[in-house]
């Protein structure tokens, strides 16, 4: 059983970067392939971003390419999402979350995940 914790987040202006962390407090997250979604005030779960299980294959979501970047630490289980030039758009709980079977590839699709961290609050200012 994987269950991941999420850190970072949190208020930044417009133009601005944040980081977000995924972890897990019990099992390891080396064997799944990592993805990140984000779900703003009235919307639908969108995909963000995902990683494989070595770090060596990556998916973003087109408004995000070249803003945003996936990777992975297996030495320390940890998946980062680094966020950079900021949008107001880009105001949204974010949620890691690990794919429902170990050794396969990322998706862009929430349910080919099945353990989701607790997400967390960005919001960017204008």
């Known amino acids: 059983q994987v269950q991941l914790v999420q850190s970072g987040g949190g208020l930044v202006q417009a133009g601005g970067s944040l980081r977000l962390s995924c972890t897990t407090s019990?099992?390891?997250?080396?064997?799944?392939?990592v993805g990140w979604f984000r779900q703003a005030p009235g919307k639908g779960r969108e995909f963000v971003a995902a990683?494989?299980?070595?770090?060596?294959?990556?998916r973003y979501e087109d408004s995000v390419k070249a803003r945003f970047v996936v990777s992975r630490d297996n030495a320390e289980n940890t998946v980062m999402l680094q966020m950079n030039s900021l949008k107001p758009e880009d105001t949204a709980v974010y949620f890691c979350?690990?794919?429902?079977?170990?050794?396969?590839?990322?998706?862009?699709?929430?349910?080919?995940?099945?353990?989701w961290g607790q997400g967390t609050q960005v919001t960017v200012s204008s």
């Open positions: 979350a690990a794919h429902k079977q170990p050794y396969w590839t990322e998706s862009s699709y929430d349910f080919d995940y099945g353990y």
């Open positions: 019990g099992g390891s997250l080396v064997t799944y392939a």
């Open positions: 990683i494989s299980r070595s770090g060596g294959s990556t």
